[in-house]
Antibody, heavy 120, light 113 residues
């Protein structure tokens, strides 16, 4: 059974960079699409970005200039960096697995999520 | 971006009764080359991550009870819970994966009447 676990600082100061890691166990990150999705407390879901095969990426235009998504296949990890954060970036951040190409955006496994609060 | 709009925002249903949630996309999510609707449904219980219930608009994910069913095509979709159970109390989201940015509906909260 595939398991995903997000990790990273729970508190980030405004204007700084949010950095999160998703550790995947029970399967290789190869051959799947991996996304980051966020959810402000009490609100809906927003897809942030995906990565495939360590190099193919796609980012939500609403966040594009601030987002970097990457993988470390040796550690079976997917990472997210979001620069210049503001209070509006306060949210639960989830990593999720997509399927193959036509199912890239269908998320069948999710991490438990990690709450990141942006505050000074 | 494709805007996903769910209705109602919330509903209260008696145990054992049917719950119906609607989802409308701002443009068609049907892809004629594979005859598929790129539409998924998720359940999010309180304090939990979303869980995939339905994909291709009507294909039930492995392990999902058969009281959950999805229907619709093009721009109009429905999630039906045929006989509501206590464990079905949750927020339900539709999501299109037809084109990026992939987008979700605002969610529908299902409660017990």
């Amino acid at each position: 059974q595939v398991q995903l676990q997000e990790s990273g600082p729970g508190l980030v100061k405004p204007s700084e960079t949010l950095s999160l890691t998703c550790s995947v166990s029970g399967g290789s990150i190869s051959d799947y699409y991996w996304s980051w999705i966020r959810q402000p407390p009490g609100r809906g879901l927003e897809w942030i970005a995906y990565i495939y095969d360590s190099g193919t990426t796609n980012t939500n235009p609403s966040l594009r200039s601030r987002v970097t998504i990457s993988t470390d296949t040796s550690k079976n990890q997917v990472s997210l960096k979001l620069t210049s954060v503001t209070a509006a970036d306060t949210a639960f951040y989830y990593c999720a697995r997509g399927g193959g190409r036509v199912l890239a955006g269908r998320f069948d496994f999710w991490g438990q999520g990690t709450l990141v609060t942006v505050s000074s | 971006d494709i805007v996903m709009t769910q209705s109602p925002d919330s509903l209260a249903v008696s145990l054992g009764e049917r719950a119906t949630i609607n989802c409308k996309s701002s443009q068609s999510v049907f892809y004629s080359s594979n005859n598929r609707n790129f539409l998924a449904w998720y359940q999010q219980r309180l304090g939990q991550p979303p869980k995939l219930l339905i994909y291709w608009a009507s294909t039930r994910e492995s392990g999902v009870p058969d009281r959950f069913s999805g229907s619709g095509s093009g721009t109009d979709f429905t999630l039906t819970i045929s006989s509501l159970q206590a464990e079905d109390v949750a927020v339900y989201y539709c999501q299109q994966y037809y084109s990026t940015p992939w987008t979700f509906g605002q969610g529908t909260k299902v409660e017990i009447k």
